[in-house]
């Protein structure tokens, strides 16, 4: 079965330092794994997604993740956070055995300091 | 592409009056189409799920329903809310990995 786990519920950075939100997988299939993004009282914006192709993948906004598949990790980072970025970030996993349906991760709300 | 329209966005609602949230998508044809829900302060739960039309499974036991009564059109329905149905729905399609997202519902059961 498809499980994602969000390692951190809440993480906090100061404007223009690193951000790191970790996610693990566990998957059957070769998985797609996807990072989304919730604004407050927003609908959900995809960041990027993995589908096999390269392990390292480029989003939008300055977000890239790094398959890991002997860690079965899937970890989002950006070299420099903005007070914009502070939003609930979703780590999701796909299920290609049922329907393609989204396994969604608990989430990670990121706060950002000035 | 796909656009989905999802209607109404917020929703006041009493305990015990019934539910109807529609979902439709445009730009594609035979998705696969999915009812979410997000609790306050949690991720997003998988309700429901269609492959086409009058096809529907569900994921988990709840006061709600789910029908496909045309290709792109999903709707969610309940006969007797309850308090514990408060939350934010979404609606997504999907077509060879291409997801799409409503931009949702806020339902408050009062």
């Known amino acids: 079965a498809q499980s994602v786990t969000q390692l951190d519920s809440h993480v906090s950075v100061s404007e223009g330092t690193p951000v790191l939100l970790r996610c693990n997988y566990s998957s059957s299939y070769s998985p797609s794994l996807f990072w989304y993004v919730q604004h407050p009282n927003k609908g959900l914006q995809l960041l990027l997604k993995?589908?096999?192709?390269?392990?390292l993948v480029k989003g939008i906004n300055g977000f890239e993740a790094e398959f890991k598949k002997s860690e079965t990790s899937f970890h989002l980072t950006k070299p420099s956070a903005h007070m914009s970025d502070a939003a609930e970030y979703f780590c999701?996993?796909?299920?290609?055995?049922?329907?393609?349906?989204?396994?969604f991760g608990a989430g990670t709300r990121l706060a950002v300091h000035p | 592409s796909q656009t989905i329209h999802q209607w109404p966005a917020t929703l006041v609602q009493p305990v015990g009056s019934p539910l109807s949230l529609e979902c439709t998508v445009e730009g594609t044809s035979n998705p696969n189409l999915y009812w979410y829900r997000q609790a306050a302060g949690r991720g997003l739960q998988l309700l429901f799920y269609s492959v086409g039309i009058g096809q529907i499974s569900s994921e988990v036991p709840q006061n709600l329903s789910a029908s496909r009564p045309q290709d792109r059109q999903f709707i969610l329905s309940s006969k007797k809310l309850l308090l514990s149905d408060s939350g934010f729905y979404l609606c997504a399609s999907d077509i060879n990995y291409g997801y799409t997202f409503g931009s949702g519902t806020r339902l408050t059961v009062v």
């Open positions: 993995y589908t096999s192709a390269a392990t």
């Open positions: 999701v996993v796909s299920d290609p055995g049922g329907y393609n349906k989204l396994i």
